[in-house]
C-alpha cells in the first residue's frame, strides 16, 4: 500500500514538474522573441558571422515543393552557414500562420497575399522600401506591397488569369476570331457545341474560381480603384453602385448554359483535367495551371482568351498581378541573413532564373528572363501590346473573396436570384468594410 | 491507525491522483476560457499587436444582426435533429438484431464500427470522391438519374449527403452502447413477460426500452453534443457549400476569426454556441435521467 502510494506521488510530481517545466520553457520562449524583437534593430550592424543559421520559411503554393527545395539547396552550397528550411502547407495555411505569430514563433519568411494583407501583416512585416535589392523590382508589381508608402512584402510572381482556350478546338470548331464580347463568346460556344465540343468546364466549386469572375468584372469599370473602394469602404457609396457589377450575370449564366455536369462539384483539378483532356474547351484559370494541365497533356496547345467583360470589346483584358508576397519578418533574429537571402533572390544568376526556369511562372525581377510556358508567353504578349487589369480583388475588405465568391456558388446553385445575390453581394461588403476599421 | 490520520491519508491519495488531471484541465482548458471571455469583448484580427476593447459591441452585432450566424444555428439544429433520430433508431435497431445469436454477429457488429475508427477527415474526402467521381462512373454504367444528382453542389441533396455520411460514420459506436445496455438487461423479465402472454413489440417497449433508458441517455448525449458541434465531415465533404448552405455554427465561426480575420467577433460568437449547447444538453440529460428505472 505504501509503496504504491509513493508511487503515485512520483508519479503525479513527474507530471507536475513536465507540466511547470513546459510553462517555464514556453515562458522563457516568450522573453526569448521579446529579447530579439529588441535586439533586431542592432541586429543589422552586427557582422554576418559565418555562424549556421536556420531560416524557417512557411509558404503556400504545393505546386512549388520541388522548386522550393531545389532553391534552398542551392543556396546552401552558395552559403554553407545558412540553412533555408522550406515548410509548405495549403489547406489551412492562415490558421496555421496565425497560430504560429500568436505562439512567438514568426517564421523569418512567410508568405501572404498583396494589398490588405499588408495591413493584417504590418506589425510583423519588415519594411523593404530602402533595400537596393527592391530596385530592381517591376515597380508594377511593388503596388500591391505599399502601405502608407512604405514597401512591407517582396513580390515573388506575376500571375495572370482569364479565360483558357484550347487553339485545337477552337480551330476544329472554325472559330478564326478570338471572342471579346459575351455575345461573341456565346456564338463561340454555340460553334463549339455545334462541332459536339462542350465549351466551358466550371470549376466552381472552387469559391476562388467565381471571385474570378467578380474581379475582371469590377476591374473594367476602370477610374481610380483605390478611391471607389475607399469610398465604398467608407460607406458613401455601394458595390452595386460600380454599374458593371451586373455584367457578372450574363457571363456566369452564359458559362452554365453552354457546360456539362455539376458545376458546384466540379472542383480545381476536376476543371483542370477535362481541359486538358479536351473534355472542354474553355476553363477560367490562371498561369499557376499549365503545370498541372502539361502533366496530364504534355502536348497540349492553348492560349488566353482576353476577358470578356461586357459588350464593349475593347475593354476585354488580361487580369495581370503579383499577388504571391514574401514577408520579412522584422523582429527576426537572422533579419541581416534573410535579407542576405532576398539580395541573392533577386540579383545572383540563379536567383534571377529562379522563378522563370524552376517555378515555370513569371518573375517580377526586372530583367528576368521570360519562363517557357504558353501562358507566360500570352502574358507577356498582353502587356506589350494588349490590355491588363490588376487584381482588384486587393481592395476588398478581408475575407470577402471567399464570402463573395460563396454568395455567387449560391446564385448558381439556383438558392438565390440576381436581386439577391446583388443584396447579399452589398450587405456582406458593408459588413466586412465596418469590422475592418 | 486513527481515523482523522486515515482521513488526511486518503485526501493525500485523492489530491496526488487528480491535482495532474486538474492543472493539465486548468492549463489546457479553464484559463483559455477565461482569456476568450476577454477576447469576446475586443476588436481583434487575430494577429495585430493592438487589441481595441469595445465592450459588448460584438454581442450586440451577433444578437441584433448576423443572419449567417443565424443560418448557420438553424442549419445546425436541423442537422441534429437528422442525425441524431437516425443514428439513435438506426443504431438501436441494429443493436437489437446483433445482440441475437447467429453465425455473422460479430463480422457485422466489427463492419458496422469499423468507420467510426477512420479519421473523420479521411472519411469526408472518400466519400467527395464517391459522391462525384464514383457515382458518374456508377451513371454511365447503369444510367439511373440517382446517380447523375449532384449530391454535393445542390442545397437540398447536399444536406441529405452530409447527414447520410455522419450517420454512416457514427452509428457503429451508438450500436455498440445500446448492444451493452441490452446485454446487461437479465432474460428472465423477458422470459416472464412471453409467460404472461406479452407478445414481442410489447415486450420491446414495456419491457426492454425502459430499462434500456440509462444508455439512451448516454447515447444521446454523445449525439446531441457531437452533432452540435459537427465540424470535420462539412469542411472536408462540402466546405460549407454550395454556397453557405451547410454552414455549420462551428465551420460559421472558423470561417469568422479565420477567413473574415474578425477574432474577436468569432471568440463572442463561440462562447454563445458554448452556451447554447449547455442548455440544450442539460435539458436533455435531465428530462432522461428522470425517466431512468431499475430493473
Avoid at chain 1, 555562424?51 to 552550397?77: C, G, I, R
Avoid at chain 1, 523569418?108 to 494583407?117: H, P, Q
Amino acid at each position: 500500500m505504501k509503496r504504491h502510494v509513493l508511487g503515485a506521488t512520483t508519479a503525479g510530481l513527474v507530471a507536475l514538474s513536465l507540466i511547470t517545466a513546459g510553462c517555464g520553457s514556453s515562458d522563457s520562449g516568450k522573453t526569448d522573441t521579446a529579447n530579439n524583437a529588441g535586439a533586431a534593430s542592432s541586429a543589422p550592424q552586427e557582422s554576418a558571422s559565418a555562424k549556421p543559421v536556420t531560416l524557417e520559411l512557411f509558404q503556400y503554393s504545393p505546386e512549388m515543393t520541388d522548386a522550393m527545395h531545389q532553391m534552398a539547396e542551392q543556396y546552401h552550397k552558395e552559403n554553407p552557414n545558412v540553412t533555408i528550411n522550406v515548410t509548405i502547407n495549403q489547406d489551412n495555411y492562415y490558421p496555421l500562420l496565425k497560430t504560429k505569430i500568436n505562439a512567438g514563433e514568426v517564421p523569418d519568411i512567410f508568405m501572404t497575399g498583396a494589398y490588405n494583407d499588408n495591413k493584417t501583416y504590418q506589425d510583423y512585416s519588415y519594411d523593404l522600401t530602402n533595400e537596393p535589392f527592391m530596385a530592381n523590382i517591376a515597380d508594377s508589381a511593388k503596388t500591391g506591397v505599399t502601405l502608407d508608402g512604405k514597401v512591407l512584402g517582396y513580390p515573388l510572381i506575376l500571375q495572370s488569369y482569364s479565360f483558357i482556350y484550347n487553339k485545337k478546338l477552337f480551330a476544329d470548331a472554325g472559330i478564326k476570331e478570338l471572342p471579346k464580347t459575351f455575345s461573341e463568346l456565346e456564338a463561340a460556344a454555340k460553334q463549339l457545341q455545334a462541332k459536339g465540343i462542350t465549351p466551358f468546364t466550371n470549376g466552381y466549386k472552387e469559391w476562388w474560381v467565381l471571385e474570378q469572375t467578380i474581379t475582371p468584372i469590377l476591374a473594367s469599370a476602370g477610374g481610380d480603384y483605390a478611391q471607389t473602394y475607399a469610398d465604398i469602404n467608407a460607406g458613401k457609396k455601394k458595390l452595386s453602385d460600380i454599374k458593371e457589377l451586373v455584367n457578372l450575370f450574363p457571363l456566369i449564366d452564359l458559362t452554365l448554359k453552354y457546360s456539362s455536369g455539376k458545376p458546384l462539384e466540379t472542383d480545381f483539378n476536376t476543371s483542370v483535367s477535362d481541359f486538358a483532356q479536351g473534355k472542354a474547351a474553355i476553363l477560367h484559370q490562371g498561369s499557376w495551371a499549365e503545370d498541372a494541365i502539361r502533366k496530364i497533356n504534355p502536348t497540349i496547345d492553348i492560349g488566353f482568351l482576353p476577358h470578356p467583360v461586357g459588350e464593349d470589346g475593347s475593354k476585354a483584358g488580361l487580369m495581370v498581378d503579383s499577388n504571391i508576397v514574401y514577408r520579412v519578418n522584422k523582429d527576426s533574429k537572422n533579419l541581416k541573413e534573410t535579407l542576405k537571402f532576398f539580395n541573392w533572390l533577386t540579383t545572383s544568376e540563379y536567383g534571377k532564373n529562379f522563378v522563370p526556369k524552376v517555378v515555370k511562372q513569371i518573375s517580377t525581377i526586372k530583367d528576368a528572363p521570360f519562363p517557357d510556358s504558353q501562358l507566360a508567353k500570352d502574358t507577356s504578349e498582353y502587356l506589350k501590346n494588349g490590355k491588363t487589369y490588376p487584381w482588384v480583388k486587393g481592395y476588398y475588405p478581408d475575407g470577402y473573396e471567399q464570402q463573395g465568391g460563396q454568395i455567387l456558388q449560391q446564385y448558381v446553385g439556383g438558392v438565390t436570384d440576381k436581386d439577391k445575390t446583388v443584396a447579399q453581394l452589398d450587405s456582406t461588403w458593408a459588413k466586412l468594410a465596418k469590422a475592418a476599421q | 491507525m486513527t481515523t482523522a490520520s486515515k482521513r488526511w491519508r486518503e485526501l493525500g491519495v485523492f489530491i496526488t491522483f487528480v491535482a495532474p488531471v486538474l492543472v493539465l484541465i486548468l492549463l489546457s482548458a479553464e484559463i483559455p476560457f477565461i482569456m476568450s471571455l476577454y477576447y469576446s469583448l475586443t476588436k481583434w484580427n487575430g494577429i495585430s499587436k493592438h487589441i481595441t476593447f469595445i465592450g459588448l459591441q460584438n454581442f450586440k452585432e451577433l444578437f441584433l444582426t448576423d443572419t449567417d450566424a443565424l443560418a448557420s444555428f438553424f442549419f445546425t439544429l436541423r442537422y441534429s435533429v437528422a442525425t441524431i433520430v437516425a443514428t439513435n433508431v438506426i443504431a438501436l435497431l441494429l443493436a437489437v438484431v446483433l445482440t441475437k445469436t447467429f453465425k455473422l454477429t460479430s463480422i457485422l457488429r466489427a463492419a458496422f464500427f469499423v468507420p467510426y475508427i477512420v479519421s473523420l477527415v479521411i472519411i469526408g474526402f472518400i466519400w467527395k470522391f464517391v459522391f462525384s467521381n464514383a457515382f458518374s462512373s456508377l451513371y454511365e454504367w447503369t444510367h439511373w438519374p440517382l446517380f447523375q444528382w449532384s449530391w454535393l453542389g445542390t442545397a437540398d441533396l447536399a444536406f441529405i449527403s452530409v447527414v447520410f455520411v455522419s450517420v454512416w460514420q457514427s452509428v457503429g459506436f451508438y450500436m455498440m452502447i445500446y448492444i451493452t445496455g441490452l446485454q446487461s438487461i437479465p432474460g428472465e423479465l423477458n422470459e416472464a413477460a412471453a409467460i404472461d402472454g406479452a407478445n414481442g413489440f410489447n415486450r420491446f417497449f414495456r419491457i426492454t426500452l425502459p430499462l434500456l433508458m440509462p444508455s439512451l441517455t448516454v447515447a444521446l448525449f454523445l449525439s446531441i453534443s457531437n452533432s452540435l458541434k459537427v465540424f470535420d465531415i462539412i469542411f472536408t465533404l462540402t466546405f460549407g457549400g454550395p454556397g453557405k448552405t451547410t454552414t455549420s455554427s462551428t465551420m460559421d465561426i472558423y470561417n469568422e476569426a479565420f477567413v473574415n480575420n474578425r477574432f474577436g467577433y468569432a471568440t463572442a460568437k463561440s462562447l454563445m454556441f458554448v452556451v447554447l449547447i449547455l442548455l440544450i444538453t442539460l435539458i436533455q440529460v435531465k428530462f432522461f435521467k428522470s425517466k431512468e428505472v431499475e430493473a
